[in-house]
């Protein structure tokens, strides 16, 4: 048997323990001195996995984060080659108004161009600090990949309106005329 230490000699020969409690007080030390993993080290091991699983999580939605700020980049910036090699040239002298936000701007356009822009065959297209008419094919491009960079279509707009107006608003409008060479 293993040499008992000094304080158990001492409780033996007081006969405060007996010497079956003693054999088994050294059973369990040695098993704790000899065991793979005290339960210590074990809930040490579970809060260092479980450390290092919200470590992977956070980096894993950092890097999603970041692919998505790179996928939005990119989709920009095809949205602004579209632009750049589909803009239809502009000439003309006669002022086109429209808003933008809460500012109304004004592009130089011929007559050709603005019933082309009334009808929604041309769409209006910001591009950094200017605007560019763009052909509706463009625009759809130009939407898919950013669509705040498309500021007027009235295709769009005559088919929400006309889901939005009813027959009693037709009938009532219909009693005013508006003149043909009115111009905003």
Do not use: C
Request: net charge positive.
């Amino acid at each position: 048997m293993a040499k008992a230490n000094p304080l158990q000699e001492q409780l033996l020969k007081a006969g405060l323990v007996k010497k079956s409690k003693v054999a088994e007080v050294a059973r369990e030390q040695n098993k704790a001195r000899h065991a793979k993993a005290p339960a210590e080290r074990n809930e040490i091991q579970v809060e260092a996995e479980r450390a290092r699983a919200d470590k992977a999580e956070r980096d894993r939605a950092i890097e999603a984060e970041r692919k998505a700020q790179a996928r939005a980049a990119e989709l920009r910036a095809q949205a602004r080659q579209i632009i750049q090699d589909r803009k239809v040239p502009r000439s003309g002298e006669s002022e086109y108004r429209f808003t933008e936000g809460n500012t109304i701007r004004t592009l130089l356009i011929n007559d050709d161009l603005r019933k082309k822009l009334s009808s929604g065959a041309l769409v209006i297209a910001r591009i950094d600090d200017r605007f560019e008419l763009l052909p509706r094919a463009a625009a759809d491009k130009v939407r898919e990949r950013d669509p705040g960079m498309i500021v007027l279509d009235h295709g769009l707009e005559a088919g929400a309106q006309a889901d939005a107006a009813t027959s009693e608003d037709d009938a009532y409008y219909a009693q005013f005329k508006v003149p043909d060479d009115l111009i905003w």
